[in-house]
């Protein structure tokens, strides 16, 4: 199985302390986030857990503990996010200068086949133009060409938790799609990084980006140095996803980037008040056990086809 650490939280920016301590302790609770009581206990072991995916706008809390993660023999995929975006969309996101820098050193010590690049979510406005990402966009591969041969782009989509959270944000255009994707794929093509898209109604494959899955067999594989089992399925989170099933250990309302662009936050009161509540000490990610909390033992297998190693 692939833990997802996570599409509802930044844990390599703000709990890495704490995925650490239940890496060492060999599980992990998470909390249904729709029906709170209802927990569920993920084994944190290399018999169970085939591949960690780290999503992040920040990986430099996580850098330290990388050598007793690879020490552990679990697979390790990291995606992290830089876009051109200032204060006024990702108000508590570190120096974009900073975190490539951190870029550079993850893929140093990982391999950059174990590092993707995600320029997402595009948008564009007065400010942050077809033009701007376009001359953004050719710095960022400039620099990060050596530590990467992937990048990832999607356009963005406006959930409600959008709407509320970013008043007066629209849909890129088909046409600005268009030519933005023929764009990037170029400059990406000039740095020797293969760009893909995620999850987009749009075909951009006449404009040189392929569909692609996030978390795509073929990462896994070669971020764990595993092969997989043929049928796997994905994970049919959302429309037009292609990945690999996931379980992801985060928890909504938690993230204190407080992007405005943000799914996965829409309070960000709640999200201070969230925070507040971490424990690094915990099983869970948020607060302690409960007197009625209802823990089960998750449903765990590997992927990993061992039939490949009999012969």
Request: net charge positive; proline share 5%.
């Amino acid at each position: 199985m692939l833990i997802f650490a996570s599409g509802r939280t930044d844990i390599p920016a703000f709990y890495s302390e704490w995925f650490m301590n239940r890496v060492r302790a060999g599980f992990v609770d998470v909390r249904n986030p729709y029906y709170g009581e209802h927990v569920s206990r993920y084994k944190l072991t290399r018999d169970l857990v085939d591949c960690f995916i780290f999503c992040t706008k920040n990986p430099a809390p996580i850098l330290p503990y990388l050598d007793e993660l690879k020490s552990r023999g679990i697979g390790m995929y990291f995606h992290v996010t830089i876009t051109p975006y200032e204060k006024d969309i990702e108000p508590n996101v570190p120096e974009k200068s900073a975190v490539m820098d951190s870029f550079i050193e993850l893929s140093k010590a990982l391999g950059k086949d174990r590092v993707c690049w995600r320029y997402d979510p595009i948008f564009i406005n007065e400010k942050y133009s077809v033009s701007f990402h376009i001359k953004a966009f050719r710095a960022m591969a400039e620099k990060l060409r050596d530590s990467t041969d992937r990048c990832i782009i999607s356009f963005i989509d406006l959930y409600q938790k959008t709407k509320k959270n970013f008043p007066g944000v629209k849909e890129v255009s088909e046409n600005d799609q268009k030519f933005l994707a023929s764009s990037l794929s170029r400059i990406a093509f000039e740095n020797g990084i293969k760009i893909e898209s995620c999850a987009e109604k749009i075909d951009l494959t006449s404009c040189g980006v392929e569909p692609g899955a996030c978390v795509s067999r073929e990462t896994v594989e070669k971020a764990a140095g595993i092969h997989l089992l043929p049928k796997i399925g994905v994970s049919l989170l959302r429309k037009h996803c292609l990945c690999l099933p996931t379980n992801d250990i985060g928890a909504y309302n938690s993230c204190p980037h407080l992007c405005k662009y943000c799914y996965a936050n829409y309070d960000a009161k709640l999200v201070a008040k969230n925070y507040a509540l971490h424990n690094p000490q915990s099983s869970f990610l948020l607060g302690d056990s409960k007197e009625d909390d209802l823990v089960k033992n998750a449903r765990q297998k590997s992927f990993r086809d061992e039939q490949l190693f009999l012969f």
